[in-house]
Structures are given as structure tokens and as C-alpha cells.
């Protein structure tokens, strides 16, 4: 029943900023979990930044930490996802993602339950 709709990639260069939004719809309560992941050709999905939609407690993979920053409006049902001081290596096709468990959003991509379709970012020098 959950429906999640990315926008805001695009091409930019080293250094620039993004912001990615994630339309949501659907029974995303306070016990669910959402973030985002990201896949780049040949690599495997990777959990990118994580936020606890019942008390906004956030968390990021260390590749990304003081670069991106996660938030959800709640009163809409929009993730984002701020993405400062681009490096060619964040390019990747997005997703957004929910789960009630705690532990499959960042970490266990293979079981998350909601994914969104996805927006790509390429990062140029």
C-alpha cells in the first residue's frame, strides 16, 4: 500500500549541492523507519542516511556523514535527503526506502519493504 516517488537528481559538478525529495503515501506510522540508499553500476545498493519517524533520530553511512543531511516533514510525508560538497563517487541511482525494523534501513538493503523508484545523481570533475 506504500507508494514512495523520488525527484531531485540531476548531473552537477565536484562540490555542488543536491536536495532529493521523496513523496510518500501510504501507512508510514511512528514505528517505521525510512532512508535512503544508493547504487552505483556494479556495486551493490548501499545505505546512505536513516530517520526514525517517530522521534527524527537520524544516522548516516560514514562515507556521507557531515556532507548529507536526512529530514522528513511530517505533516506532508516528504523525505529528503541535502547533499553538499558532491564528490564523483556519490554518483548513483537513489532510492528512498521504509521499514518498521530498525535495523534493515542503512544495513540490510536485501530486506527493505518499501522502495521508491529512484532518481539518478552524476557527479562530474
Known amino acids: 500500500q506504500v507508494q514512495m516517488v523520488e525527484s531531485g537528481g540531476g548531473s552537477i559538478q565536484a562540490g555542488g549541492s543536491l536536495r532529493l525529495s521523496c513523496v510518500a503515501s501510504g501507512n508510514i506510522d511512528s514505528n517505521y523507519y525510512m532512508g535512503w540508499f544508493r547504487q552505483a553500476p556494479g556495486k551493490e545498493r548501499e545505505g546512505v542516511a536513516k530517520?526514525?519517524?517517530?522521534?527524527?533520530?537520524?544516522d548516516y553511512a560514514d562515507s556521507v556523514s557531515g556532507r548529507f543531511t536526512i529530514s522528513r516533514d511530517s505533516a506532508e510525508n516528504i523525505l529528503y535527503l541535502q547533499m553538499n560538497n558532491l564528490k564523483p563517487e556519490d554518483a548513483a541511482m537513489y532510492h528512498c526506502a521504509a521499514d518498521p525494523r530498525s535495523w534493515v534501513i542503512l544495513g540490510h538493503p536485501d530486506k527493505v519493504r518499501y522502495w521508491g523508484q529512484g532518481t539518478q545523481v552524476t557527479v562530474s570533475t
Open positions: 530517520i526514525s519517524v517517530g522521534d527524527g533520530f537520524t
